[in-house]
């Protein structure tokens, strides 16, 4: 019996009644794991079962006060977590399963750098409550970066894209000799130039769109590693076993094995491998096979004709040139293989255990699916180029990019990149738009664009207004469909629909 099933104790209240064994995961079928993973996504963790996490922060390190411990009224805190009781709790939009949230469900990302926080100027010791790091005091603006909960929908086939561009870009790196600058181009997406200065260093200075923790400083006698991080709109996360690992703990104070070690209790709540290794995989899988987003088109001759109007705009002005409406997984990336190749440390890495692998195209997993073509081809229409972009207005009033803070320097400048957003299920994936959760409707977005973006943007305001009008209804029927839809293409009663429309090809 692979699963280990928490006895069924009277009274006992615990959320996740099974546990699976390390090394079972191997044992079940690809339906099975999805589900077990799936139970863990949706689980309200109690502390019956070692949620919480009295001595330690979000981070993972020790509170900065051990003598105000995070239990009782100090258990919960909106801002530096532990803030909910399940994934599922913030990633449940639409249809309750695994898409983005409701601005309610906005994290505070690195507030839980502090114990609790709060505003009580009494509370001095840094981070512990209401100070920063130099001993300033914090604001709501100044403590976190408040971010909008994302969609996880189509997750393994965009985990897998991006570990693809990381290994083209590789390949290249590998070539250039001492003297040489090459770019960097994979899957048609332009990623800048790298140098190898004849003295043997690494220039990366021309590098664009990587996370700068994949290149280290520019000038270096390493190679740069030019992975490619997908999650985390900043791009600061490789995959989906490392956000779990830090989710699970900062939002809940469920620590993995992997991350804090077997048989260990750092955050003194008295239980012991709160999730196995074999856990997080089985949750990893579950947000890997999650079915992709597609169209909703209803059967009106005026709604189909602004659509295709509003599609063949969105590559006129060069919304496509960010957005890419597609890009191709190819030599069989649509096996997902867990762990990833590019795992860092404290995560699950290749060669720890066997290496699963799961085909993202299978029936097992719910529709619907994207499958391979004749010539050996997934299409990924994520409308994204894993690329960060600074869309930021040069000197912003409005809080565009909530980031400015007096944590440290680097921290004060703010961070204005981020990934260009994926757009499919772009209607109802999640409600509350762009990084910041702060726009409630497509054209507010579309508006907000400036910097990189900014010909773009002042291109659809010199649109006729019927014009601008068609492009943002193409960007409504970008939806998540509802569970059991088999097609990616249907009507307004989610029944399977031609298109483009007959008449249109008259
Ligand atoms: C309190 C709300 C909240 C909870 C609870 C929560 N998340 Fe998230 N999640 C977010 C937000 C907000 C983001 C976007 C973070 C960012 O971009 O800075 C996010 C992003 C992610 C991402 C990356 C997606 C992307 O588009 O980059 C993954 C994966 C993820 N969460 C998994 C989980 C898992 C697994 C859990 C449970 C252990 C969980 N989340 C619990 C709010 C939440
Ligand atoms: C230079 C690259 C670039 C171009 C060109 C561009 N975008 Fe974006 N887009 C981005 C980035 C980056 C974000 C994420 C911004 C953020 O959240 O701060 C984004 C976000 C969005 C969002 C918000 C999605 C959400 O729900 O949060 C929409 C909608 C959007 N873009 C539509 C468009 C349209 C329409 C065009 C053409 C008029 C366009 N974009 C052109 C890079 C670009």
């Not at 639409?94 to 009494?122: E, H, K, M």
């Not at 100070?131 to 914090?138: A, K, L, V």
């Not at 991080?229 to 995959?239: F, G, L, T, Y």
């Not at 260009?420 to 054209?443: C, D, M, S, V």
């Amino acid at each position: 019996m692979p699963v280990q099933a928490t006895q069924n104790v009277i009274g006992k209240e615990v959320s996740a009644l099974s546990h699976l064994k390390d090394g079972s995961e191997f044992g079940l079928p690809l339906g099975g794991l999805f589900a077990l993973g799936k139970l863990l996504f949706d689980a309200n963790w109690t502390d019956q079962e070692g949620g919480g996490r009295p001595l330690t922060k979000g981070t993972g390190r020790p509170i900065s006060n051990g003598s105000a411990p995070l239990t009782g009224n100090r258990s919960f805190n909106r801002i530096s977590a532990p803030d909910a009781n399940s994934c599922m709790g913030c990633h449940n939009s639409p249809y309750g399963i695994s898409g983005g949230g409701d601005f309610v469900t906005n994290v505070f990302v690195l507030g839980q750098r502090f114990d609790f926080a709060t505003f009580d100027p009494a509370d001095k010791t840094p981070t512990s409550g209401s100070t920063d790091e130099t001993g300033q005091p914090s604001s709501l603006d100044t403590l976190a970066n408040m971010r909008a909960s994302t969609s996880l929908f189509g997750a393994g086939y965009l985990e897998m894209l991006a570990r693809q561009i990381t290994e083209d870009l590789q390949a290249i790196r590998c070539t250039i000799k001492p003297g040489e600058t090459k770019d960097l181009v994979s899957k048609g997406i332009h990623f800048g130039k790298l140098t190898l200065t004849k003295t043997g260093l690494w220039d990366a200075s021309k590098v664009e769109g990587i996370s700068r923790l994949s290149l280290l400083s520019s000038m270096s006698a390493s190679p740069p590693t030019l992975v490619i991080r997908p999650w985390h709109q900043a791009s600061n996360v490789v995959s989906l076993r490392e956000f779990s690992n830090n989710a699970f703990n900062q939002h809940h104070g469920i620590q993995s094995t992997e991350r804090f070690g077997i048989d260990t209790d750092p955050d003194g709540d008295g239980f012991t491998n709160e999730m196995t290794r074999a856990d997080v995989t089985a949750v990893t899988i579950y947000q890997a096979g999650l079915q992709v987003p597609g169209h909703v088109i209803p059967r009106d001759r005026e709604i189909e004709q602004a659509v295709l109007t509003g599609e063949k705009l969105f590559q006129r002005i060069a919304c496509a040139s960010c957005h890419i409406p597609r890009l191709p997984l190819d030599k069989q990336g649509w096996i997902f293989s867990e762990p990833n190749p590019f795992n860092p440390p404290t995560n699950l890495r290749v060669g720890e255990t066997t290496t699963l692998k799961v085909d993202l195209s299978s029936d097992e997993l719910p529709a619907p699916r994207l499958k391979p073509d004749a010539s050996g081809v997934v299409w990924v229409e994520a409308f994204t180029d894993f690329k960060l972009h600074d869309i930021c207005e040069p000197q912003n009033a409005e809080p565009l990019d909530m980031n400015q803070s007096v944590w440290s320097k680097k921290f004060r400048e703010g961070n204005r990149r981020f990934l260009t957003k994926r757009l499919w299920g772009e209607a109802n994936a999640q409600p509350a738009h762009f990084h910041h959760g702060l726009f409630t409707t497509i054209r507010r977005c579309v508006l907000a664009h400036a910097g990189e973006a900014l010909k773009t943007r002042e291109a659809f305001q010199a649109l006729p207004a019927g014009e601008q009008d068609a492009l943002i209804e193409f960007l409504k029927y970008l939806q998540v469909l509802p569970p059991g839809t088999k097609d990616r293409i249907v009507d307004e009663k989610f029944q399977a629909r031609e298109w483009p429309p007959a008449w249109s090809k008259k």
